[in-house]
Nanobody, 126 residues
Framework: QVQLVESGGGLVQAGGSLRLSCACA??????????MGWFRQAPGKDREFVAV????????YYADSVKGRFTISRDNAKNTVYLQMNSLKPEDTAVYYC?????????????????WGQGNVVTVSS
């Protein structure tokens, strides 16, 4: 069983930065053995992939829309994954979710993730 608790969202002006955190409480399989993803969902749109960090080698992968602006990282000692968001744009406005998957494949597909955080609102004003 895994519980994910997110923090760090809020309101920021375009061009600004925010850092999202996702703290994980896991029983059985340890946090370090989960690939961790960030997804977002804007009003009226489907949930979309943002970034992922694999558990095996910390390899990272990003959606084209955030590449070069967002950075995903993890601290296994703190059971936490982060999403540093820089140069934010109004189109980044969404509810952001962290998710855990006990696999190294299918990491861009939200339907395949096993556990989800509660969601955190990020609003970027123009």
């Amino acid at each position: 069983q895994v519980q994910l608790v997110e923090s760090g969202g809020g309101l920021v002006q375009a061009g600004g930065s925010l850092r999202l955190s996702c703290a994980c409480a896991a029983s059985g399989r340890t946090f370090s053995r989960y690939s961790m993803g960030w997804f977002r969902q804007a009003p009226g749109k489907d949930r979309e992939f943002v970034a992922v960090i694999k558990w095996s080698d910390s390899y990272t992968y990003y959606a084209d829309s955030v590449k070069g602006r967002f950075t995903i990282s993890r601290d296994n000692a703190k059971n936490t994954v982060y999403l540093q968001m820089n140069s934010l744009k109004p189109e980044d406005t969404a509810v952001y979710y962290c998710a855990a998957r006990a696999s190294l494949v299918g990491l861009q597909e939200p339907r395949l993730y096993d556990y989800w955080g509660q969601g955190n609102v990020v609003t970027v004003s123009s």
